[in-house]
């Protein structure tokens, strides 16, 4: 395609992302405004250095006397405006990597578990004890009236 082509192609892309008129110099100007953004992007001064670069190098091509892209350029600086197109597109471009990075995030909240029943009867849990009494007390009886019949039995034979 060529050098000056591929920046073409890449200034329109970045004017309409952005929205502005000022193309690729708006979205250098975007990265020199974006606190801390070497931080959350790996490429990201290398990236800037580079368009900052190839802006220079399209200004010398257009502007300058004796400037083309002969005497300019490299088939790789074409090749990394491809790849900067490409990355825009698929939004792995520095602005896009870190408005990722820094957007808040939903909180989310707990997943409600069901809560788990515990078995439930029929009877209390206390039934076999509350039984166990009752059989207890009516013995408890029975051998305290045997015992005042005894009394009372041996104390006629007496």
Known sequence: MGFIDSYK???????EVLNDDRRVSAYIDEMLRTPRGSYYVRTW????????????????????PGCTEQNMCEPEDELWLDEFYSRIMNQTDPLSLYHQATRPRPV??????????TPTYTQPSNYRKSARNNVGCATMVIVSLLV???IVLLTQFI
């Open 9 to 15: 192609h890449l200034e329109k892309l970045c004017g």
């Open 45 to 64: 001064d290398e990236d800037l250095k580079n368009l900052k670069h190839y802006r220079w190098v399209r200004n010398q091509i257009s502007h300058e």
């Open 108 to 117: 989310s909240k707990p997943v409600a578990r069901p809560i788990q029943s």
């Open 148 to 150: 005042v019949a005894g």
